[in-house]
């Protein structure tokens, strides 16, 4: 695993001057600089004023092992300060893991339009890893001050899709770097995210390289974990019941063209789940609702 800066290749991509962004007369997105800490001040104008210590020593005890996967965004006030416009968690706990260096964007104080106008071109590129167009899509709405609304018409994408992307950073620094290096891919991902508990998340990561899951495997595995969570422990129903509701499992999957989730406890609480793995699937299941209605 990485150590310190993981940034890798990829980034670099970000801020090349491609042939689209000269095109434009548009300058690089911004530099990649390892800045000494000491010279980085926060920005006085933060809205969070609390943050929780817990989670800070998690962060700092992450980047011990791997290092910043999503650098500080800085603006040059002199030759020796910066201010932070984004990051300041990541800096925070940075000063707890003892770092003397991070790395960080440095952007002049007047250049919103230019930043905004590379890093639409560039997010453009084919070769772009998920985390990498996430970090793009935050970098937009932090530092040009757009919404997800906003954002979705200047890259013409769906709102859901930029809200998936951004979802990625929330994943363990680890679970981020198996998908820089394409050890996972973003349908893993979607799939582990769904899962709030970051240690289980993590458990699914390894579980999932290491056996080589598909995508659905590990929607399956994740279903099972909702599932034992939502439900009482219940006691083992009689042979009679285990086959009647197993039949009529069987008979909602076939009549959904799914593979329906039943569960029931003793009290008669329980759920039915029916999956879908895209929009197609989706309509199709909209559609046998309205037929069955009709």
Known sequence: ??????????LGALIDNTEDVRRHNVRPA???MDIDIDKIETNPWQPRSHF???????????IKAVGIVQPLTLRKMSEDSYQIIAGERRFRASKLAGLKTVPAYVRDANDDVMLEMALVENIQREDLDP?????????LIDECSLTQESLSDRVGKKRSTIANYLRLLKLPAEIQL???SRQI???HARAIISVEDSKTQLGLFEQTIKNDLSVRKVEELVRQLSVKSDDEPVKKKTETHDEAYGDLKHQLSNFFKTNIQFSRNEKGK?????????????EKIITILDKANS
């Not at 695993?1 to 940034?7: D, E, G, I, S, W």
């Not at 329980?270 to 929009?279: A, C, Y």
Request: net charge negative; glycine share 10%.
């Open 1 to 10: 695993m990485a150590k310190k800066n993981a940034l890798g290749r990829g």
């Open 30 to 32: 911004a530099s990649i």
């Open 52 to 62: 929780d210590e817990d989670r800070l020593d998690e962060l700092a005890t992450s």
């Open 131 to 139: 985390i990498e167009v996430a970090i793009s899509y935050q970098r």
């Open 178 to 180: 198996g998908l820089r």
């Open 185 to 187: 891919s973003m349908g």
């Open 270 to 282: 329980g759920k039915i789940v029916i999956p879908f793995h895209s929009d197609e699937e989706l």
